[in-house]
Structure formats: C-alpha cells, structure tokens
C-alpha cells in the first residue's frame, strides 16, 4: 500500500470507531427517563427531561430539568425559608430563581439581596460544586440555600 492510501484508511478506521463509541454513549428514549412520582411534586420537583450527564471524576449523575426545593435557616428572627429552584443541563446550573419567604422586612431585604446576586455566582457551575456563604450581604440566607440546592441534588439523581 502506498503510504498516502495507508493514513487514509486509517483515519477512516478511527474515524468509525470514535463515531461508534460516540453512538454507544447516545441516550436511547427510553434510558434516563422517569415519570414524576408524588414524592417529586411535593418536593416541587419537575420531571426530568429524560436526559442524564454523567460527571467526570465525581460519578454522580443527574437528570436534565428545572428542580425546586426549599431551604431553612435561622436568623436573629426565628427560622427562616428561602425557595430555590436550579435549572440543570449536564450537570450545570444554567438558571437559578428564589422565591422569597421573608417573615419580616429585615428577612425581606436579605433575601432581596441574595435573591439579586446569587444568579452571577452558580449559573454555568457544575451543581457539585456549589456552596454559596455570602450572597450581596446576605450571610445567613446562603444556609438555606445550600441546603434546598442539596435536596434538588438528590432529586436530580
């Protein structure tokens, strides 16, 4: 074989193989998809898009959707709830909202605070590696937030 006939069929060869085992990793419509269960909507979990991106080095996997959840935490005014819901696509945030729960105007102004700051600091981050403290002043709404994002984590799986 002449040597240009040869590098040919070799980038041919690899060139099927990559395409195959690209082709084994495909979803099929069925893997990964699930019906929501009453369990998923009283935690305010939507239903998976049917797709799942598995997490280089960590070996979690999470279904692709928007999730919500609540989160507590306690302040000098009692125990407080902020709402989170996260929008994942391969593991990544790419939208995050927060529904206020303010049981007085000082927990009103922080939560305001947070709930306008929080979008720069998890939006495009893998969901593995969140772990906000403070928000746009705002110290103790990030407990609550962390931990609704953990409940959403386990919804997602």
Do not use: W
């Not at 893997?31 to 998976?48: K, L, M, R």
């Amino acid at each position: 074989m002449r040597p240009s006939v040869r590098k040919s069929v070799f980038a041919g060869i690899a060139g099927l193989s990559l395409a195959g085992t690209v082709a084994g990793c495909a979803p099929t419509a069925t893997q990964g998809a699930t019906a929501p269960s009453a369990d998923n909507s009283s935690a305010g979990a939507t239903a998976p898009s049917g797709t799942s991106s598995s997490l280089a080095g960590s070996g979690s996997v999470y279904q692709d959707g928007t999730y919500s959840a609540d989160g507590t935490y306690v302040s000098p005014n009692g125990t407080e709830t902020v709402g989170v819901e996260l929008t994942l696509a391969a593991g990544t945030v790419t939208a995050v909202n927060i529904t206020q729960h303010p049981s007085n105007p000082n927990t009103r102004k922080f939560q305001g605070e947070f709930a306008g700051g929080i979008a720069s600091q998890v939006v495009g981050k893998n969901i593995d590696e969140l772990k906000v403290s403070k928000v746009a002043g705002s110290s103790l709404t990030s407990g609550g937030f962390n931990q609704a994002v953990e409940k959403i984590k386990s919804e997602a799986q």
